[in-house]
T-cell receptor
Framework: DTGVSQDPRHKITKRGQNVTFRCDPI?????LYWYRQTLGQGPEFLTY????????KSRLLSDRFSAERPKGSFSTLEIQRTEQGDSAMYLC????????????FGNGTRLTVT | GNSVTQMEGPVTLSEEAFLTINCTYT??????LFWYVQYPGEGLQLLLK?????DKGSNKGFEATYRKETTSFHLEKGSVQVSDSAVYFC?????????????FGRGTSLIVHP
């Protein structure tokens, strides 16, 4: 169990640019989640994968955000035409496919949009 | 919908003091409840959990009891240490539209002074 890893740890980009983040979950975990966290707030749900299928997306998620999980292993989260309001910590988590299993989080990718 | 409400922080205590962090929830189903902890510079990690009413989760001297009648899951520790300084997140996991989507509170910062 090497844990959930996210890359990069930090990303600074100019407004209007596209960015892509990667998440490698714990290998035997079928479930993968993306959350966003801003200062002083808890993690806010963005999207959820069961294997390669994207089963849930937050209604608050802009259509500039897209996520994939090809082959049900790693996942990518892309933000197109970034805005300053996108600046946040993006968290990836995975869990076992057993009922209400706890999440295992990565250390996150901190995005700063200038 | 599901929601979690935590007491606002920061909570500032002296070493060996008693800790309580309040958490209440609203859920449409019968959720499992969790406390996660985030130490400075690290990702969220599971601290303890409870899956049904009157269950007590415990770990590292922390405890929380699932109280269905008051929809609460308060975190307690009898004697805190400086190393307990962190942000604590209360969370629930419930079946939403066929998927388990954990919902988090906004977090409570704990600062313990020697």
């Amino acid at each position: 169990d090497t844990g959930v890893s996210q890359d990069p740890r930090h990303k600074i980009t100019k407004r209007g640019q596209n960015v892509t983040f990667r998440c490698d979950p714990i290998s035997e975990h079928n479930r993968l989640y993306w959350y966003r966290q801003t200062l002083g707030q808890g993690p806010e749900f963005l999207t959820y994968f069961q294997n390669e299928a994207q089963l849930e997306k937050s209604r608050l998620l802009s259509d500039r955000f897209s996520a994939e999980r090809p082959k049900g292993s790693f996942s990518t989260l892309e933000i197109q035409r970034t805005e300053q309001g996108d600046s946040a910590m993006y968290l990836c988590a995975s869990s076992a496919d057993r009922g209400k299993s706890p999440l295992h989080f990565g250390n996150g990718t901190r995005l700063t949009v200038t | 919908g599901n929601s979690v409400t935590q007491m606002e922080g920061p909570v500032t205590l002296s070493e060996e003091a008693f800790l309580t962090i309040n958490c209440t929830y609203t859920a449409t189903g019968y959720p499992s409840l969790f406390w996660y902890v985030q130490y400075p510079g690290e990702g969220l990690q599971l601290l303890l959990k409870a899956t049904k009413a009157d269950d007590k989760g415990s770990n590292k001297g922390f405890e929380a009891t699932y109280r269905k009648e008051t929809t609460s899951f308060h975190l307690e520790k009898g004697s805190v240490q400086v190393s307990d300084s962190a942000v604590y997140f209360c969370a629930l996991s419930d079946l939403t539209g066929g998927s388990y989507i954990p919902t988090f509170g906004r977090g409570t910062s704990l600062i313990v002074h020697p």
